[in-house]
């Protein structure tokens, strides 16, 4: 039997407008973080860090953001086509799977909801966007809970992502190089987090995992063409 699991909040079966919050030790946070955190404190999270040098370390650090920057651009450019691209998605998907009582008022709402993680995707590429704390909870604390706290588990495609670019990375890559390089990792580890959400959700579909997964569908067909 399909797991539907919890249906979105909605408000009248409207999206409530707001981007989703996980609840953690009694505060209320973002599902995405700005990736920055992450990348900026990478060495933390993978096995073995020591034995890298700074310089090394700093050229990934280099190349992790210049990845960010260009997924943040690419779908700033495409944010028109990427919408057509989840309501195709979103209609193919409801039907493949048979999920019930999907007036156009719920289908609106669903749709809806996948516009607003696209806008919350990008918070989280943007190399200017608000750079969220976690209070008192520590730096690799603050990381570990930064990929958990999805319903999908993040962290092997994290590391995976790090090392790619640690082998790409080169010394005194100039802007026109970064991006280069920057391309090569879009282009073969696709956009993180989209592989965990995609083999989540296709491991067990639920409704509550429904508009993240058509983002990641949407976002990884855009970002390969």
Not at 8 to 28: A, I, N, V, Y
Not at 71 to 92: F, G, N, P, Q, S
Not at 151 to 169: G, H, I, N, T
Not at 188 to 211: C, R, W
Request: negative net charge; charged residues 35%; proline residues 3%.
């Amino acid at each position: 039997m399909l797991d539907t699991g919890s249906p979105l909040k909605t408000s009248g079966d409207k999206w409530d407008g707001g981007p989703p919050t996980t609840t953690f030790e009694g505060k209320r946070v973002w599902r995405y973080r700005t990736s920055h955190r992450i990348i900026n404190h990478w060495e933390s999270v993978i096995t073995g860090n020591e034995q890298h040098n700074e310089k090394r370390m700093n050229e990934t650090n280099l190349l992790l953001k210049a990845y960010y920057e260009a997924l943040y651009e690419r779908l700033v450019a495409d944010k028109a086509l990427l919408a057509k691209r989840i309501e195709e998605l979103l209609t193919k998907e409801i039907a493949k799977r048979k999920f019930e009582g999907f007036d156009e008022e719920k289908f609106a709402a669903y749709k809806d909801a996948s516009l607003a993680f696209v806008d919350e995707r990008l918070e989280a590429y943007n190399p200017f966007g608000i750079q969220y704390t976690f209070g008192h909870i520590g730096r690799r604390e603050a990381i570990e809970l930064e990929l958990q706290l999805n319903w999908y588990d993040s962290r092997q495609e994290f590391e995976d992502l790090v090392e790619a670019a640690r082998c790409k990375a080169e010394s005194e890559m100039d802007e026109q190089r970064m991006q280069l390089l920057a391309n090569e990792l879009i282009k073969e580890a696709g956009a993180f987090p989209d592989k965990s959400i995609i083999s989540a959700y296709e491991a067990k579909p639920a409704l509550n995992k429904l508009p993240d997964y058509i983002v990641a569908g949407a976002i990884e067909e855009i970002i390969r063409e």
